[in-house]
């Protein structure tokens, strides 16, 4: 963000009305009314709901009534337009016990780094929650109640930062290992760094600055505003626009429905706002802070609740939402505590019928008030929501839109995508984008209709389709309403793109170690697997099936004609084992995924624990079917040893390891594909290649081209290792068999299960780098 440039002599103001106080910054105007997403809010009926506007002209400042019913007063008299200062008293809607608006003298901010926000200028920072001297030593804080400076925040650790007295004089910020972080002015601190008057301290919502011989504390109570201004994202090199200089504000504690046609650039714009996608140009501010440059800060301010669900539709209520707070919180924070966290969450979307229920055997409804329970863990200020109501019936559309009006009235500032139009009338602001990505109306949804001169919602989408070359955006900028609800209503003044490439903003925090989010997402994922009843008996049966079919073939011993036929078995029944455990597993799981990873999850931590689990479950499997298929048949390998082992042992061996890369394989096929009704085929494509390529059907052995591709075949090495035990050329003699890596020797054996575990970790590689592609731009690295 850019340095706040001020009027050379207009004074930085305070006003206090309405039991509350507000800094004036002569940046910029501010409006005064009912309406609750005016900067300067007045509750009493009198006032009109756009009743007058403060504005700095010049060295003063000026008050304007706009047209007020009631009127605006000072010293018994009605005024139009006043000049007004330090000193000055307004009442607004009678002139004798009418809300009364003081105006008194703030001293100007020094000047500051242009990377730092300005506290006189943003919502968050309209009056310090508390004031303390400043230490002369150390200032311990965190959460733990003997800290010198306590901050009741479980987004907070224990022990979280130290504000320490330099020795040639001065003031560093240290943090002490948190697991959310420490930030000076948006940047997160490592080790300890110096805090110069004016800086800005983040930790958790509270941030602290040095005013004087003073530690100011201000607290982000939720009641947030944001200011969009000129967002800009096209495709194609520039050929395509999908959002086109999107500007508007949105006040404190309102809510606002997105609206337009299918292409009109709504989960563009969802992605802009979040800070998942930035956008190429523009700006977000989060009461005045760039959200872009700030996001490894702020995310823990923010929610999304996805079209889709985020949380295992397996477990119950409760267990969901322990997993997740175990994940969200700090590694530091005790058992009592998330719990009575959920407790509160639960309680206040009314859930406490359904904890112990499943989440798939709950309504629609029901459902989404779950995935929000989630967002609302970390008491988030700005709440998202994408198509919310997308499959409700029309008095479930209702219900949840009347839920997201009273997260609203409690202090949140609320932003749902919608295609219903049935629950309008429950927000404060509706924002229609036309096609293209362009504004075509913000302002009250009652005025909506009236403004595009229809009777009915299908109408303005119809006219959007059939009319496409029209200037709705010009039309609405052109507008009374957009002087009104956009130019005069911005809450922040209108800043410069930041530079980005200059200034790279700071990757967010894990909030919990690595070893921990491993263990907690391989307890959640053991939980969920064991909720699955059905893919439980699956996993449970295949092995035994794929064994038996293979004991039915071997018959009492290997020979000419058994030999090959059970190998080749015992092959693709690994494979597909192995491939069908994980073939699903990552693209079921890609929204619950992707959140996580928006605020802080590791990717590493998730794909292990997808390889512990899974990779146990596979390996077991393997044996199990080697064991139930082979024992008690004669392998007939040489001298009745294997190369290193018992046969039987160095063929579960070698199948254990084969199920385990087919399991990595699967794995990259469910990394790769954006549907989970395309990994079937898949797996049947899969198995086939295995069949064909493993050694026992066709000649690969010097074959141009065919031996290239076996190389990338698990089955390929696995059977020519099994084909080593037994010595298969010995029994089975023949150009079949004539194959080098069949040979029954120690390095052929070991070159065989040496390559197995090589692909293994190619394919784990290529995992990794294909959920990249589905992570937050912030996230990747």
Known sequence: MG??????????????????????????????GRDPTSDIVLRDTRVSWHHAVLKPVGDHWTLE????????????????????????????????????????????????????????????????????????????????????????????????????????????????????????????????????PGDIVGIGRSAFCLVGNELQEFRDTGEVSLD????????????????????????????????????????????????????????????????????AELRQRIG??????????????????????????????????????????????????????????????QRKRVSVALELLTKPSLLFLDEPTSGLDPGLDRSVMHMLRGLADDGRTVIVVTHSVLSLDVCDRLLVLAPGGRIAYFGPPQETLPFFGMGEWPEVFEAFDSDARHDWAGGFRASPLHRQYVTTASRQPQLPAPEREAAPPTRPPHPQSWGSQLVTLSRRYLAAISADRTFLAIMIA???IMGAMTRALAGSEFTVDTAMDALLTLCVGGVLTGAANAVRELVKERVIYQRER???????????????????????????????????????????????LPPLMEISLAMALLSFTAMMLGLVISALVRKEEVTMPLLVLLTIVQFVFCGALLKLDGVPGMEQIGWLVPARWAFAAMAGTVDLARIVPGPSTADPLFEHSAS???????????????????????????EPVIMRK
């Open 228 to 295: 969009v201004q000129d967002l800009s994202v096209t495709v194609d090199r520039g050929r395509k626009v999908l959002l086109d200089q999107v500007s508007f504000p949105v006040g404190q504690k309102s809510l606002l429905a997105v609206v337009g046609p299918s292409g009109s650039g709504k989960s563009t714009l969802l992605n802009a706002l979040t800070g998942l996608r930035p956008a190429e140009r523009g700006t977000v501010l989060y009461d005045g802070r760039d959200l872009y440059r700030d996001y």
């Open 598 to 644: 928006a605020v802080g999850l590791s990717r590493s931590a998730y794909l292990m624990s997808k390889v512990v689990v899974l990779g146990s479950i596979t390996v077991v499997q393997a044996v199990v079917l080697t064991l139930v298929g082979l024992s008690g048949v004669e392998l007939n390998a040489p001298d009745g040893r294997g190369v290193f």
């Open 542 to 544: 295949l092995p035994f």
């Open 304 to 365: 999304l609740v996805p079209q889709d669900d985020i949380l295992h539709t397996q477990l119950t209520v409760r267990r969901a939402l322990g997993y997740a707070a175990r994940l969200r919180f700090p590694g530091d924070t005790g058992a009592a505590e998330r719990a009575a966290r959920v407790d509160e969450v639960i309680g206040e979307l009314g859930l406490e019928q359904r904890v112990d229920q499943p989440i798939h055997s709950l309504s629609g409804g």
């Open 3 to 32: 340095e706040r440039s001020f009027a050379p002599s207009a004074p930085v103001l305070v006003i206090e009305a309405d039991g509350g106080s507000q800094v004036m910054s002569p940046s910029r105007s501010y409006q005064v």
């Open 65 to 196: 009534d706009t047209g007020s019913t009631n009127g605006s007063y000072t010293e018994g008299h009605r005024v139009v337009r006043l000049d007004v200062g330090p000193g000055s008293m307004i009442r607004f809607g009678n002139p004798t016990d009418g809300p009364l608006a003081v105006l008194s003298e703030m001293p100007r901010p020094v000047d500051r780094p242009s990377y730092v926000s300005e506290p006189a200028a943003t919502g968050t920072f309209r009056q310090p929650a508390t004031v303390r001297a400043l230490p002369s030593r150390v200032l311990r804080i965190g959460r733990d109640p003997d800290n010198d400076l306590v901050i009741d925040d479980l987004v907070v650790s224990r022990r979280h930062a130290e504000l320490r007295s330099r020795p040639g004089g001065g003031f560093e910020i240290a943090d002490v290992g948190s697991h959310n972080g420490t930030y000076l002015n948006g940047l997160r601190v490592f080790g300890s760094v110096a805090v110069a």
């Open 748 to 774: 052929t054996w070991l070159l065989n299960m040496g390559m197995l575990v090589v692909l293994s970790l190619v394919f784990g590689l290529l995992v990794s780098r294909l959920l990249r592609r589905h």
